[in-house]
């Protein structure tokens, strides 16, 4: 059983930054590819960013790609999301997601999901 408890979230002025961060605890956090996924009002959850164990194959959504940096601390098991130039529509609760490999990770093969946070982009 793996816990993932997400952390940042807020209020960001449009053009901003921000950085969430998702902590581990329970099982073997390095044995798993982590995730963020996000879910706009009235919209379906969506992938946004993968990493493997290790760090060296990331995947983002083309929606994100540029602007957001994802990665991974094995010691202190907990992932991170950068968000720059962030937009109105990135506006979404934005959910750290652990899974068996990232392309897993990708298509949406989730074995543990984190509560989310909300982030607010105000234009």
């Known amino acids: 059983q793996v816990q993932l408890v997400e952390s940042g979230g807020g209020l960001v002025q449009a053009g901003g930054s921000m950085r969430l961060s998702c902590a581990a605890s329970?099982?073997?956090?390095?044995?798993?590819?982590m995730g963020w996924f996000r879910q706009a009002p009235g919209k379906e959850r969506e992938f946004v960013a993968g990493i493997n164990w290790s760090g060296n194959i990331i995947r983002y959504s083309n929606s994100v790609k540029g602007r957001f940096t994802i990665s991974r601390d094995n010691a202190k098991s907990t992932q991170y999301l950068q968000m720059n130039s962030l937009k109105p529509e990135d506006t979404a609760v934005y959910y750290c997601a652990a899974g068996i490999n990232v392309d897993s990770v990708v298509a949406g093969g989730i074995d543990y999901w984190g509560k989310g946070t909300l982030v607010t982009v105000s234009s």
């Open positions: 329970g099982r073997t956090f390095s044995s798993y590819a």
